[in-house]
Each structure stands twice: as C-alpha cells, then as structure tokens.
C-alpha cells in the first residue's frame, strides 16, 4: 500500500477562474501542471484528497470579516476547477474554512485510517493555505513534501519565502521531475 497522499488544497472557482471572487492570475497557471501530478499520482494508486475551501451561506464567519467574501456554499465559487475531475469512487474532498487543511476536519482521520505518512501538497494561498496545512502536517508527525510548480499565490516573491521557509523549517519543496522521479523509484 502507498503511504503518500496528494493533497490538493484550494483548487476552487473563486481562486482559479478570472471570473472569481478572489482570482488570481498564477492559480490559473498552476492547474495544468496539478492536472499532471494529478494523473501520475492516480497511475501510481495514491490517495488524493482535495481540500475545499467553504464558507457556509448566510452564515457569519470571522474569517469574512476582514475579507472579500468567496467561496460560499452554493455560489459554485467553492466548486473545484473541473480541469481537475475529482474521481468521486476513490478521491476524498474535505470542505474547510479555516486556512489548514487539519483545522476543524477530519482530514487527519483519513490520513491515519490509510497509512498515510507523507502528505504531497500542491494548490493555493502558498503563504496562508499551503503554509498552514504544511505546519499541521509536520506537527501531526507527517512528512509535508511541497511541489514547487505546483503552488502559487498572488505574489511570485511571496511565493518564494514561503517555500524557503517551508523547506528550512517544516518539510521538503521538490521540483515536479524530482517528484515523479522519487515516485518511479519507490521513494514515495
């Protein structure tokens, strides 16, 4: 059994369509390349969890108070990018709404009840969304790897300190050949 999962974190309609809430440019950029590691990692029968970032309609959170509203529940903005088809028989999606992926869901309880010890993890908000599931996973004793092409947010310098930081601090930051290069060997 694989003890990897691909976590695909945020990969929504507001992100990653211009016509979305909280667009932006390199989301759009990034979703071919997920597309890829997508499909490798399904040829390889890795789990693949894709984190939903979901706030409830009609609901106060505080995390809209300080922000532009998105992804609410029922607006298709929290709909993941169909470039990415979700395979409903195997795949997991977790709603969330908070910037980790292990904050308020159960998204732990599926890593463990699959053996999971690496966490892959490729999508958006690398400095609030990736960032923050990279440090719960590394504290939960998982082992965070992040694929570089596979990350972005609305600022490539931004971007940039936070894998150096992730990389120093907290798990790996790997190119996508290194990736599927330590997949072909059984590194993974």
Known sequence: MNNSALIVVDMVYDFTNPEGLVYYPQNKLILPKIKQVIDYCRNKDMLIIFLQHCYRKGKFD???????????????????DPVLEVDEKKDYVIKKRRYSGFFGTDLDLVLRENH????????????????????????????????????????DVVNEVHLTDIEKYFGEVVSMEEFFGRLEKGDL
Do not use: F, Q
């Open 62 to 80: 505080k995390n809209l108070i300080n922000m532009r509203p998105n992804c609410i529940e029922g607006s298709g903005g929290e709909m993941i």
């Open 116 to 155: 999971i010890a690496n966490t892959v993890i490729v999508g958006t908000k690398t400095n609030c969304c990736i960032r923050a599931t990279v440090t719960d996973a590394y504290y939960l004793d998982y082992k965070p790897i992040v694929i570089r092409e596979c990350v972005a947010t609305n600022s």
